[in-house]
C-alpha cells in the first residue's frame, strides 16, 4: 500500500490500526507524512512518562507547555535508592547522617509533585506506577546491612510500628510512602495500574487521603513484585505473606467503586494458598470489591479463595479472565471442573469466560524440564497429542504442585495426563461454554 492509499483510508480506522501498533511503530507511521502525523499525534503524546528521580536535564514544564492538550494518561517509573553502605568508615557518633534524598528528583521537585498531585494536568485521570524490577541489584544498605537483599529484603513481617520504624531508618521505604502519599493527594483519577508493587507495607495506606483515593477508583490493574535466588522464592519469605494478607485489608477494602479488576501474580511470587503447606492468600476476600463487573486473574493459584471470591460476587461479575493460572494437583483443592461447575451453577450473571495459556501443561518429563527427549513418547503421550491435533476444542489442563520447603513450583504432568483422560474438566467447560452462549443470546 501506498502512503497516497493509507492516506485515502478513513480517519477512525488509521487510528484504530495505529491502536494495534507497538510505540515505535506508531513513530514511525508519524513520519509517513504529515497527515499520518496529524492522525496519530494524539497517541504519541497521550501518555507522560517520568523517570524519578528526574533527570537534571528533562525539561517537563517545557513539554507540558507543548502537549497539555494531547497528554491523557501519566506513567512514573520509579527507582527507590539504598542507604550508602558506609561500612567501617561511618561513625554514627561523629558522622552526620544524610538526609533521605526526594524520590522526585533533586532539581524540578515541584513539578513533579504538582504533576503527581494533579495540580498540573488535572484532566488526566489515568495513572500507571512501575517500579524498577532490578532495583534491588544495586549495591547498598537495603535492611540492616544487607547489601544484597534479594528475597531476604521482605523476609520478616513487619507490624505498623515496624513499618513506621523502616521508614525512618531506609531512604527506599521513605521514598516508597513519600510516592504513595503524594498519589493518594490526587482527586483526579479513577483509573490506577501498579507493575511490580513491592511486597512491603507503607504508612501511607493507612492515611483518610489513601482510603479517600481508592474510594474512587474504577479499574484497578496490580501486578505484584516477585524474585528467587536460586534456593528460594519470594512466595516463601513470611514477609510476603504478611504482606499479600494485609492487602485486602489496606487496598482492596476501599475499592468499593472498582468494576475492572487486574490481579497478576510473578512466576517467583505465587499468589493463592493450596491445602498443604503453600499459605500465601490470595488478596481478595469475599467482602472486597462489591462492584466489580471484570476480573483478570493471570499466574494464580486458584483454589478455595478463588471460588469463595466468585461465589460472592455471583450477582455482580461479568466476565472473568485467566492468563497462565493453575489448579493444585490434589485430591483435597478445587479442579478446573469445580471452577467451571461454580461459574455455571452459581455465578450466574458471568456472559463471557476466556482461558489463556502461554504455554501448553507438559505430559513429558522433558517438556516439564524444557530438556532434549531421550526416548519416545507413551502409547498414552501419543494419545493426548493425537486428541488435541485433531480437536482443537480440547484443552490440557495446568496442575501443578509447590515445594514445600524452597517454593518452587513444578508442573505436575501425571495430573496433566490424569484429568485428560478422566475427561471432567473439559466437560464441565464445554457445559460452561455451552451455558454462557445461551446467556448471551438472552441478552444477561
Known amino acids: 500500500m501506498t502512503t497516497s492509499d493509507l492516506e485515502k483510508l478513513p480517519i477512525g480506522l488509521i487510528t484504530d490500526i495505529a491502536k494495534l501498533l507497538p510505540f515505535d511503530d506508531v513513530k514511525n507511521l508519524s513520519c509517513v507524512s504529515w497527515v499520518m502525523r496529524d492522525v496519530v499525534l494524539r497517541l504519541l503524546f497521550r501518555t507522560l512518562s517520568i523517570s524519578c528521580p528526574l533527570a537534571p536535564d528533562r525539561d517537563l514544564n517545557g513539554f507540558i507547555v507543548k502537549y497539555k492538550e494531547l497528554i491523557s494518561r501519566l506513567h512514573l517509573y520509579i ?3 539504598p542507604n550508602p553502605d558506609f561500612g567501617s568508615e561511618y561513625d554514627s557518633d561523629e558522622d552526620e547522617w544524610p538526609e533521605s534524598p526526594s524520590i522526585w528528583g533533586p ?3 515541584d513539578t513533579v509533585k504538582n504533576i503527581v498531585r494533579g ?5 488526566i485521570n489515568t495513572l500507571s506506577v512501575q517500579f524498577d524490577p532490578d532495583q534491588f541489584e544495586e549495591e547498598g544498605d537495603w535492611d540492616d546491612g544487607n547489601s544484597v537483599p534479594d528475597v531476604y529484603v521482605y523476609e520478616f513481617p513487619e507490624d505498623w510500628d515496624k513499618v513506621r520504624d523502616r521508614e ?7 521514598q516508597y ?8 493527594a490526587n482527586p483526579n483519577i479513577n483509573k490506577l495500574k501498579i507493575l511490580n508493587l513491592l511486597p512491603k507495607n507503607s ?3 493507612l492515611t483518610t487521603e489513601w482510603k479517600t483515593f481508592l474510594g474512587k477508583m474504577e479499574d484497578l490493574d496490580i501486578s505484584v513484585f516477585g524474585a528467587g535466588n536460586g534456593i528460594l522464592e519470594a512466595h516463601k519469605m513470611p514477609g510476603f505473606y504478611g504482606f499479600a494478607a494485609t492487602l485486602p485489608e489496606v487496598m482492596m477494602r476501599h475499592a468499593t467503586k472498582v468494576t475492572r479488576l487486574r490481579l497478576v501474580a510473578h512466576k517467583q511470587g505465587l499468589l493463592g494458598s493450596t491445602s498443604d503447606m503453600h499459605q500465601v492468600p490470595l488478596p481478595l476476600e469475599k467482602r472486597n470489591l462489591p462492584s466489580l463487573r471484570f476480573l483478570q486473574l493471570e499466574n494464580i493459584m486458584l483454589g478455595h479463595e478463588s471460588l469463595d471470591f466468585l461465589k460472592h460476587h455471583a450477582d455482580t461479575l461479568q466476565e472473568l479472565q485467566l492468563h497462565s493460572c493453575m489448579c493444585h494437583g490434589d485430591d483435597v483443592d478445587p479442579s478446573w471442573s469445580d471452577l467451571w461447575k461454580l461459574i455455571r451453577e452459581v455465578t450466574t450473571t458471568v456472559t463471557e469466560v476466556t482461558y489463556v495459556q502461554d504455554k501448553t501443561p507438559p505430559i ?3 517438556e516439564k524440564f524444557d530438556s532434549i527427549p531421550t526416548s519416545e513418547d507413551s502409547d498414552a503421550e501419543k494419545k493426548i497429542r493425537k486428541l488435541l491435533a485433531e480437536d482443537k476444542s480440547l484443552v490440557l489442563w495446568r496442575y501443578v504442585y509447590v515445594d514445600d520447603k524452597y517454593g518452587f513450583v513444578s508442573e505436575y504432568r501425571e495430573e496433566n495426563i ?3 483422560e478422566r475427561g471432567n474438566d473439559q466437560l464441565e467447560y464445554n457445559k460452561l461454554m455451552e451455558e454462557l452462549t445461551e446467556r448471551r443470546k438472552k441478552g444477561l
Open 107 to 109: 532539581s524540578s521537585t
Open 364 to 366: 513429558t518429563e522433558h
Open 79 to 81: 527507582k527507590l535508592e
Open 203 to 205: 504508612s501511607a495506606w
Open 418 to 420: 490424569e484429568h485428560f
Open 177 to 184: 510512602t513519600e510516592v504513595w502519599n503524594e498519589i493518594a
Open 119 to 123: 495540580q498540573t494536568l488535572s484532566h
Open 168 to 174: 525512618e531508618t531506609f531512604f527506599w521505604r521513605a
